[in-house]
C-alpha cells in the first residue's frame, strides 16, 4: 500500500565530483524495489537530475522559499527547484528550523509554495533531547505537524520524516520502541486530520544516525516507510546497503 522510499540528504556536502557516487548508485540500484531520492545541495541538482534521468532515482532540494520570486537574495524558489531537475523538496529539516528560526508556520508556507510548484514536500518533524527527556515528544510531534503540514496534503503531495534531533549525526538512535511509538502517533493524527484515505497512505520516513548495521531492524518497525539519511547518504556502498534492506 506505501511504496518503501529511501531519501538521502547531502546538506551542504558535495561538488561536481561526489556526482561519481550518484553514477554508481544508479548503476549499481538500477532496479531498486524501493522508491529512490537524493536531495544534493542546490548547485548539483540540475547536474544530478540529468544524470539520473534515464533511471527511476528522484531528485530533490533540501529547502524552497515560500514565495513564488521577489526580492530575497540567496534563496530559492519552489518553481526554480522544479525547473532545475528536483520533484521533491525537505521542508523544517531540524537544521533549517534549528540555524535559519524556521517556525513550523513558515514551513508550513513553504509546503504551500512546494506544492503550487508541482513539487512532493518532505517535512521534517523531530524532538529536542531536553524535550525527550521531559516527556515531551509526542506534544512537540503533534504540534509540529499541526502547525508544519498545510490543509491541502494528500499521499502524493506529502512525505513526513520523523527526526529526533538527537539523534541526527550523532550515531545515537532511539529504541524501536521509541521509534515505533512516535509512528504509530503520527500515522494515527495524519488519519484524524486528512481520513484514512490519505492518513493510511502517506508515507512515514525514519531519520537520524540510519546506518547499513541497523536498518534492517529500523525498517521492521511498523508505520516506518524507510528513512532520510544524511551521512550514510554520501557514499553509494553505504546509501545502497540501505536501499538494499529496505527492498528485502
Ligand atoms: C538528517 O540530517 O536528515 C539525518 C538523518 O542525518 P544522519 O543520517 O547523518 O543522522
Redo the contacts with the bound molecule.
Sequence with gaps: MRRKMAAG?W?MNGTGDTLAELTTLANDHAQAGCDVLICPPATLISRAAERVGHTTIAIGGQDCHAAEKGAHTGDISAAMLRDAGASHVILG???RRENHGESSEMVRAKARAAWDAGLTAVI?LGESLAEREAANTLDIIGGQLAGSIPDAATAENLIV?Y?PIW????GRVPTLDQIGEVHDFIRARLERRFGAGVGKTTRILY????KPDNARDIFSVANVDGA??????LKAADFGAIIAALSA
Design positions: 540528504n546538506k529539516h531540524s537544521e521534517c520524516a527526526e539523534a541526527i549525526g550523532t531519520g537520524g544516525s540510519v532520510l539519511v544524511g551521512g550514510a547518504s
